[in-house]
């Protein structure tokens, strides 16, 4: 009979440890608070998109200088088909007090048509800023504001039209395409002023959200070759698109094979 008891209680001992076990593990995971946890994944992310976006940068532009030596390649043997092929480098001011560079590449092709792949990035205030915002700051000797709210936008456009030769070593282009944008929408909420011994915070709490969307692209160049491999050209751009819409004024130096006509 002991040993029946005895056997028995064995049997129902690694049920009890188990229960032990899971009640444990229960109690552990109450410590991790889900501020913590959405603390770390904020952190993530951020860090992730910085990376994301640098790298997509530096693989756009060797995707665009890898296209120029392939064109250009091209057109030495194909002088019909591409009459003219150049990068663009530039940048200049943009509307909502914001600045813009820009890299392309650019080529004039048969019956004077143009096709054009380029990158943009603006710097810009965000649509909707309050006339009344202030930066917080904080007083140390000096006064350190806080960040200013700027929309980082990135956009990579599609664009073909007409070439108009003005000169020998003049031109001028129309272009209309599409645009993948890539941005930030902000909501800004009035919040009082909150004032300690060295810190004074913002009147508006600000809310930022990325948005990627369509775009649709209007542009104008002038371009002056005043060599056969390098030259200057100005323009102006458009683009449309649901996040907020930039205007803006380029001058560009651009460099590859102009065509430039001989004298007669």
């Not at 350190?144 to 282009?173: C, I, V």
Request: aromatic share 14%.
């Amino acid at each position: 009979m002991f040993a029946s008891l005895k056997k028995t209680t064995d049997l129902h001992k690694p049920k009890i440890e188990i229960r032990q076990l899971q009640i444990s593990i229960i109690k552990q995971t109450n410590y991790v608070k889900p501020e913590n946890l959405k603390r770390a994944y904020l952190t993530f992310k951020n860090c992730f998109m910085k990376i994301k976006t640098k790298s997509l940068i530096q693989t756009s532009v060797f995707l665009l200088l890898s296209c120029l030596v392939c064109f250009v390649t091209y057109s030495q043997s194909k002088e019909t088909t591409i009459k003219k092929i150049y990068l663009q480098v530039g940048g200049g001011p943009a509307s909502q007090d914001g600045t813009v560079s820009d890299f392309g590449i650019q080529a004039v092709l048969k019956n004077n048509w143009t096709a054009t792949v380029s990158y943009q990035s603006i710097e810009m205030n965000p649509k909707g800023l309050p006339a009344d915002y202030k930066q917080g700051y904080t007083f140390l000797l000096f006064t350190f504001y806080d960040e200013f709210p700027t929309n980082n936008m990135n956009l990579f456009s599609f664009t073909a039209g007409k070439f108009f030769e003005t000169g020998r070593k003049t031109w001028f282009t129309t272009e209309a395409g599409f645009s993948i944008v890539n941005g930030e929408k902000m909501n800004f909420t009035p919040q009082p002023i909150v004032q300690d011994f060295l810190y004074s915070s913002s009147n508006y709490s600000v809310r930022k959200e990325d948005k990627t969307t369509i775009g649709a692209m209007l542009k104008a160049d002038f371009n002056w070759a005043f060599l056969p491999f390098l030259g200057l050209g100005a323009g102006a751009f458009a683009n449309l698109n649901s996040i907020q819409s930039p205007v803006g004024f380029q001058l560009k130096l651009i460099c590859g094979w102009m065509n430039r006509k001989s004298k007669h």
